[in-house]
């Protein structure tokens, strides 16, 4: 069987250092700009970071994808295109897309370019796959976190392309590259300015030893004195329901799909992704430390578990819906 | 910015003398030292200023709620500053993080993640958080603690972390816990 290609997260220049040191055959990055879904402030690469950190990392045997998965704004596509341009001339091995306004651009601007699906573009189906292998010579798919192991068996006897599916990491259960729950509070959408719950629209504050989590004019979570703040992500709100309050959409958590890997390598995948470009250099360098002494050493083991539990959202983990029992 | 002695000057023996400890270890005028160091650290690393971006114009404050220390930085590059002055004073800041001492200076000096000392209610943040995350972001990328921006020299983190041990067991004394 293939050996499965470790992909890691690379918001700076500094963790994509720390990722390939740690092991990591790929990272993936964005522009500091709104091209990429992890638009934060003080993260990512400017043009000439791009280039000098993807020259190390070739120098280093591993390879680089940029991430331009966010959607063009309409009457206003040069940023993206831009981003195709630099990017591809800064050296990547690949870029990685989910508008089809910017494969078509990239398709017929650079042909000989390298192309992955994002999982923004939440294709999921054979069919899906197959349109965008057919029509712009997509390589490679990212799968989005919704299927199961035995869903994936099944997609990958029917499609003629690469598979990538994330094993690490925060979720999303909302439709990729679909969600407008950030839109409708804060103005601004992962999709089209590549930032959910963004940090100018977050306070926290403090009465009386309870934290209150807000997010533009709502109140997402509230803690009580001496109990773990979060981060006020929409969809990880905990709120009023009658009487009860609870976690109405997503429960903070991590996806970890460490004991699995045997089955994506039965399965044929070609790549594991581990989330996480907002979290700084230690976490990507644990987490690829975990994920590549699992990955040689043929399984996990209990300090990489370990490991991993404590980096993970809320302290809590899931193998999300690759052994789904529900519909 | 006014300076730390008038501040200094309303406060009791305790606080005063965990106060002199750490302003001690710092030199005198500690503010001017300070901000001389993180005009250099600029010098020598503009592309730290230039990934905070706008967020250069943001006045941070680390406050402590033990120890009546608080610590002012505005990252303008070569145009930088920083001050010390007693808590409550030194005016408005518009992002803050806030905490025992001993916690501001593990997360300072690298030693504790500041999400997590933050999630675990060890520090609370205040103001403009997009800012506090630009330059969590900012230090991060840049292999860089806030102690390098606050401008102390590594050679003087011992005896800081000397000085701040004394300031806590004298806070602790006079019952400013």
Known sequence: MAALELVAPAGSPAMLRAAIEAGADAVYCGLRDETNARNFPGLNFSPPELRTATDWAHAHGAKVFAAINTYAHAGAVDAWRNAVDCTLDAGVDALILADIGVLAYARAAHPRARLHLSVQASAGTPEAIAFYVAEFGVKRVVLPRVLTLAEITALRAEVDVEIEVFAFGGMCVMAEGRCALSSYVTGRSPNLCGVCSPAEAVSYIERDGVLTARLGAFALDRFAPGEPAGYPTLCKARLQCGEESIHLFEEPVSLNAIDLLADFQAIGVAAIKLEGRQRGTNYVATIVRAFREALDGGGPSAAQRQALSRLSEGGRQTDGAYRKQWR | ?177
């Open chain 2, 1 to 177: 910015m006014s300076g730390w002695r008038g501040q200094r000057k309303g406060m009791d023996g305790t606080a005063r003398r965990a106060f002199d400890a750490i302003v001690d270890v710092l030199g005198t005028a500690p503010g001017l030292v300070l901000t001389r160091a993180l005009r250099r650290m600029a010098r020598r690393r503009p592309d730290v200023f230039e990934r905070l971006g706008r967020y250069q114009n943001t006045l941070f404050a680390l406050d402590a709620v033990d120890v009546p220390l608080r610590f002012l930085l505005w990252p303008r590059g070569e145009h930088g500053a920083v001050r010390v002055f007693a808590r409550g004073a030194g005016g408005y800041a518009d992002a803050t993080v806030s905490g025992r001492l001993d916690a501001l200076l593990a997360m300072a000096l690298g030693r504790r993640d500041a999400d997590s000392e933050m999630f675990a209610r060890d520090l609370t943040i205040s103001g403009d958080t997009a800012a506090l995350v630009a330059l969590r972001n900012t230090l991060d990328a840049s292999d860089l603690d806030w102690i390098d921006l606050l401008g102390v020299p590594r050679p003087a983190i011992k005896p800081l972390e000397g000085a701040v041990a004394f300031a806590m067991q004298a806070a602790r004394a006079a019952g400013l816990h």
